[in-house]
C-alpha cells in the first residue's frame, strides 16, 4: 500500500521581521528592513499510511501547526518533496482541500450566526457531497453523539465543546480520505473530551480516515493512537509505537475529589474522609496494592495505578458512598512525557 | 445535473445560499437590524442636509446646477452600493489576519477570495440603494432628461462600471494588511476619497484632475460615466473607457489580493 502522506527531509523557515523601536524606527523599517531566519521544521521525513492515527506530539513551538499548514497546502515548504493523496499540496490547494478535513481548536469554520444544519447544507454544496452520502452522514452523528439535538443551534450560541463537536462532525462531512486535527481538546472538559474521544475513533474506524492529531493531552493519543510521532524544537525525536512509550506515562491516573461538607472543622474533616475513603477502596479492590489516598489541602487525592484497578470503577465506588462537590482529574501533558524521554535516553 | 466547479453558476448558487441564510439570521435579531437601520437613515440624512447647506450658499458651482449635482450625488450612491453590500468583509480582513483566523478561508476547496467575501453581505448598502435611486429620480425629473432606451442603458452600465472601482481600491487597500501593519488607516484614507467622487472633477485644479483620473481614479466613480447622460457635449474619451477600465482594474486588485493571501503564512500558534 502506498503511503497517503509522504514527507521527505521537509525544512521549514521563516523570515521575521525585525522590528525597530519608536517612530524613528518604523519609518527607517519602510525603507530597510532586516530579517531573522527562523527555522520552524528542520528536516522532517514522515510516511503515514491510509485508515493511520497518528498523534503528533510536542512542547508549544515545536513546529506541529506549521507540519500541519504544509500538509493542507496552506503553506509552501522551504525544502523537501511533500505528497498528499497523489499530490503537492501548496500547488493544488483548492483540490486537496476537496479531499481533506481540517479541525483547528478554538477557530471554528462554521458560520458563526447560523444555525449547525444550515453550515452543513452550505457545506453539501460547497463539497458537492451526494445526497445519499450525505445523510447517511447526518444520520449517523445522530446515532454517535446525539448531534441531532445541536442541529438548530446557532454556532456563536454553542459552547466551546459543542463548537468543537460540530467542528470535527463538518470536517467528516464530506468523507475526506485524510482529517487534520490541531489541538481540538484544547480548553474542554474531561467529559467533553471524552466524547470527542468515541467520536474519532469510531468516524476512524468505519470510514477509514487517516487522522493526524497534535494534543497537550497524553489521554488523548492514549485513546486514539497507536503510533506517535514526537517533535521538538522543529526535529521529530520519536516516531514509533505508543507502546514503547507507555512506561513514561504509565497507568497512574491521578484524581481529586471535594465533598459536600457536615461539619464546621474542615481541616479535620478531610483527613478523616482520606481515611474513610481509604478504607473503602481497601475493602473494594484489594489488589490495588499501591493506590494511594493522600489529603492535599481542601482534596482528597486518589492515586491509581489503572494496572490493578480501573479509574472510571474507583470513581464509581467513591461516589456511591459520598457525595461529590468537585472533582479534578489530572491529565498527563505530552510535555511531562517528553520530558521523561529525555531523562529516560530511550533517545 | 453536474455543476462545473468553478462555473459562474456554482459560485452564483452558494453565494444565494450562504446570503438567504445570513439575512435570516440577521432578521431574528431584530434590534441590532433595526439599529442599525436607523443608524443608516441618519447617516444619508445627514449627507443630503451638508449638501443642500453648500448649496444655499452657491446657486452654480463651476457652471454646475443643483440638479445636475443632485443628480451626482445619487449616481454615487448607486455606485457605491455594490461595494458596500458584497466587498464589506475587507474591513474585517485585519483582525482575521492579526488573530489568526484568516487561516479558516484556506481550508474550502473554493476561491478564496469569494470565500471570504462570502461571509458578509451588508443589508445598510440596500438602503443606500433606495436612496440613490430616490436622489436621481428626482433630478432626472427637474432636469426634463429624456427616459430614452439610450439613456437607461448607459445608466446601468454606467453605475455597474463605475462601482468597479470602488470595489478595486478597496481590495487593494485591504490587501496591504497581507503585508504591513497598520493598513487600517489606508483604508479609511481610501474610504474617505468616495465622498469626492460625487463632485464633477471640474471643480479641482489640473493637478488633482489628473491624480483622480489616473492615481485614484474616483473620476470614473460618477463623473465621467454620467456625462453620457447629463452632458452629452462634454462627453470623454474616458466616459467610453470606463467598463474597460473598470473591469482591468477588479481584475488587478484581485490579483494583488490573492498574491498577499497566499504569501500569508499565519500567525504561529
Ligand atoms: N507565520 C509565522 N511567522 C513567523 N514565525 C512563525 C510563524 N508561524 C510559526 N512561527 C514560529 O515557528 C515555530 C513553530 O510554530 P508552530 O508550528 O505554531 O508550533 P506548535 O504548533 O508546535 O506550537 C514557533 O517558534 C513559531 O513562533
Ligand atoms: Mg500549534
Redesign the pocket.
Known amino acids: 500500500m502506498e503511503p497517503i502522506i509522504q514527507m521527505s527531509h521537509i525544512d521549514k523557515t ?1 523570515k ?1 521581521l525585525k522590528r525597530r523601536e519608536g517612530i524613528k524606527g518604523s519609518i527607517l523599517d519602510l525603507f530597510s528592513r532586516e530579517h531573522t531566519l ?1 527555522q ?2 528542520n528536516d522532517v521525513s514522515l510516511d503515514i499510511m491510509p485508515g493511520e492515527m497518528v498523534g503528533y506530539l ?10 500541519i499548514k504544509m500538509m493542507t497546502g496552506v503553506l509552501e515548504p522551504t525544502k523537501g518533496d511533500i505528497l498528499v493523496n497523489g499530490r503537492v499540496p501548496y500547488e493544488n490547494r483548492t483540490k486537496n482541500a476537496q479531499d481533506i478535513g481540517v479541525v483547528f481548536g478554538q477557530r471554528t469554520q462554521l458560520w458563526w450566526a447560523l444555525p449547525v444544519i444550515e453550515s452543513f447544507k452550505i457545506l453539501k454544496d460547497i463539497y458537492r457531497i451526494p445526497d445519499r452520502v450525505y445523510k447517511d452522514n447526518l444520520e449517523y452523528y445522530d446515532e454517535l453523539v446525539g448531534a441531532g439535538q445541536l442541529y438548530h443551534k446557532a454556532v456563536r450560541e454553542m459552547s466551546l465543546g459543542q463548537r468543537t463537536l460540530c467542528d470535527i462532525l463538518a470536517a467528516f462531512l464530506h468523507n475526506p480520505k485524510v482529517v487534520f486535527m ?1 489541538e481540538p481538546t484544547i480548553g474542554l472538559d474531561v467529559s467533553m473530551k471524552s466524547k470527542i474521544r468515541t467520536l474519532v475513533s469510531n468516524l476512524n474506524q468505519s470510514k477509514g480516515t487517516t487522522v493526524i492529531l ?1 494534543t497537550h493531552d497524553m489521554g488523548d493519543v492514549d485513546a486514539l493512537c497507536k503510533r506517535i510521532v514526537i ?1 521538538d524544537k ?1 526535529t521529530v525525536i520519536y516516531d514509533n509505537e505508543i507502546e514503547h512509550l507507555r512506561k513514561y506515562f504509565g497507568a497512574y491516573r491521578t484524581v481529586k475529589f471535594k465533598f459536600k461538607a457536615n461539619r464546621k472543622d474542615t481541616k479535620g474533616m478531610v483527613a478523616h474522609e482520606a481515611d474513610e475513603i481509604r478504607a473503602l477502596l481497601a475493602y473494594k479492590f484489594p489488589e490495588a496494592e499501591t493506590l494511594q489516598v493522600t489529603q492535599e489541602e481542601q482534596w482528597v487525592q486518589l492515586l491509581i495505578n489503572e494496572e490493578e484497578a480501573r479509574m472510571m470503577d474507583v470513581i464509581h465506588s467513591v461516589m456511591e458512598q459520598k457525595e461529590i462537590v468537585d472533582m479534578n482529574l489530572q491529565e498527563i501533558s505530552t510535555e511531562k512525557v517528553i520530558q521523561k524521554i529525555y531523562e529516560g535516553g530511550v533517545l | 445535473m453536474e455543476k462545473e466547479k468553478n462555473g459562474f453558476a456554482f459560485y452564483a448558487h452558494i453565494y444565494k445560499k450562504i446570503l438567504i441564510q445570513d439575512l435570516k439570521s440577521k432578521m431574528s435579531y431584530r434590534a441590532d437590524f433595526i439599529i442599525s437601520t436607523i443608524g443608516m437613515l441618519f447617516t444619508n440624512v445627514a449627507g443630503f442636509i451638508t449638501f443642500w447647506l453648500i448649496f444655499q450658499n452657491f446657486p452654480q458651482i463651476s457652471g454646475w446646477t443643483y440638479h445636475e449635482m443632485l443628480f451626482l450625488y445619487g449616481f454615487s450612491m448607486l455606485a457605491l452600493t455594490p461595494v458596500q453590500c458584497f466587498f464589506d468583509n475587507n474591513w474585517n480582513l485585519s483582525r482575521a489576519i492579526h488573530s489568526g483566523d484568516f487561516i479558516k478561508y484556506c481550508f474550502r476547496p473554493i476561491n478564496l477570495f469569494f470565500y471570504y467575501m462570502s461571509e458578509v453581505f451588508d443589508i445598510k448598502g440596500l438602503g443606500q440603494f433606495a436612496f440613490g435611486i430616490g436622489t436621481l429620480a428626482y433630478s432626472w425629473n427637474k432636469l426634463g432628461l429624456p427616459l430614452s432606451f439610450r439613456n437607461i442603458a448607459g445608466l446601468i452600465i454606467g453605475v455597474l462600471s463605475a462601482s468597479l472601482f470602488m470595489i478595486a481600491l478597496m481590495n487593494f487597500a485591504s490587501a496591504l494588511h497581507f503585508w504591513i501593519v497598520g493598513a487600517t488607516s489606508v483604508m479609511i484614507l481610501i474610504f474617505k476619497f468616495k465622498d469626492y467622487a460625487r463632485y464633477p472633477i471640474t471643480i479641482f485644479n489640473k493637478f488633482f484632475q489628473f491624480v483622480f483620473s489616473f492615481i485614484i481614479p474616483i473620476g470614473f466613480m460618477t463623473y465621467y460615466p454620467s456625462l453620457f447622460i447629463l452632458h452629452q457635449e462634454r462627453i470623454s474619451i474616458l466616459t467610453y473607457l470606463t467598463p474597460v477600465f473598470g473591469i482591468v482594474f477588479v481584475y488587478l486588485s484581485y490579483l494583488f489580493w490573492m498574491k498577499g493571501a497566499r504569501q500569508y ?5
Open positions: 521563516f521575521v527562523l520552524a521544521v510536542g512542547p508549544n513551538g515545536a513546529g506541529k501547526s506549521t507540519t490541531d497534535t517533535i522543529g | 503564512s499565519g500567525t504561529g500558534s
